[in-house]
């Protein structure tokens, strides 16, 4: 009877071109310095993508069932802001911030697929974060000094036009887990999209299903007077829903760590009139001249 073997269980080369070849455990002197991942590797591979509920999720997931039957494929979310990276980057490091370490997190909202934009693989915080080079990353790249970004010059010979989360981010993903080649190249930070990109977004990145819009700030930056001024409303800060009457809108540090414009047994979208992209503006302290977004 065929067993399957189990994966990332040994170093093996992952195609780096500059220094010798290494492996997921930082066999080589290139990783030396990384943190170490833990002992199995990588555990899972998380999806993170702008599909929907459609049928293109369920597609990357088969194609990963197939190349990795062993390792655990899960939906993190698939209903970010299409075709925003920009916004989605700063939704990401908060998303994964309380996740399982040990995870792959293929990453794809990607409105120039087929285009001339290239793949990126970053090592961070004990995890795998693989897309395009759009941004997406590019905040994710920033959250600890011991993180890692390298360009993956690897492709499939069979390569649709449109759909490069089944056909190339799925099967390098694959790869990486399995020590195959991936013509890896170190990068600086400097050399992608959105290197440059401020390290906070006063502005709507995500609307949940129940009208809340999270926003690109940490709340911990804020100081506890903080008061937020979107279309129109001048919002105060609450501890969590209770606390305010029923159709008060109000904001709050969600469980994300993140600023979240809300409405007690209310929609925030829909009250107030915004969605993903749309600004705020902050007013650091009661009583404090208002900060443009």
């Known amino acids: 009877m065929r067993r399957d073997r189990p994966v990332a269980l040994r170093p093996l ?21 990384w943190p170490a991942l833990d002992p199995d590797g990588i555990v899972r591979i998380a999806l993170v993508t702008d599909f929907g509920p459609g049928i293109y999720g369920g597609q990357v ?22 075709f925003r990276p920009d916004l989605a980057a700063y939704l990401l490091p908060a998303l994964v911030r309380d996740m399982p ?56 010979q069979d390569l649709s036009a449109s759909f490069h989360g089944r056909d190339w981010f799925a099967p390098a993903a694959a790869r990486l887990c399995l020590g195959e080649p991936l013509g890896l190249r170190p990068l600086q930070r400097r050399e ?34 903080s008061r937020i001024r979107a279309a129109g409303h001048v919002l105060g800060r609450a501890r969590t829903f209770c606390e305010v009457p029923p159709g008060q809108p109000f904001w709050y540090e969600n469980a994300l760590g993140l600023v979240e ?18 600004s705020i503006d902050l007013f650091p302290e009661a009583g404090s001249e208002v900060v443009p977004g």
């Open 61 to 82: 997931t088969a194609r990963l069932s197939a190349l990795l039957p062993r390792l655990p494929v899960m939906d993190l979310v698939h209903d970010l802001p299409p």
């Open 101 to 156: 370490r040990g995870t792959l997190y293929l990453c794809v909202v990607d409105p120039g697929v087929g285009g001339e934009r290239e793949a990126l693989l970053v090592r961070s915080g004990g995890d795998w974060f693989l897309g395009p080079d759009n941004g997406l990353l590019s905040q994710v790249s920033q959250e600890d000094l011991e993180d890692r970004v390298l360009r993956v010059d690897w492709r499939p």
């Open 261 to 278: 414009i809300a409405v007690n047994q209310g929609r925030a979208d829909r009250l107030l009139g915004l969605e993903p992209g749309d």
């Open 13 to 33: 080369s992952l195609g780096v071109d500059a220094g010798p070849p290494i492996g997921v455990y930082g066999a080589s002197a290139l990783f030396a310095s």
């Open 192 to 225: 992608t999209v959105g290197a440059d990109w401020p390290v906070a977004l006063p502005a709507v990145v995500y609307a949940d299903r129940y009208g809340n819009l999270m926003c690109g700030l940490k709340a911990a930056a804020l100081p506890a007077e």
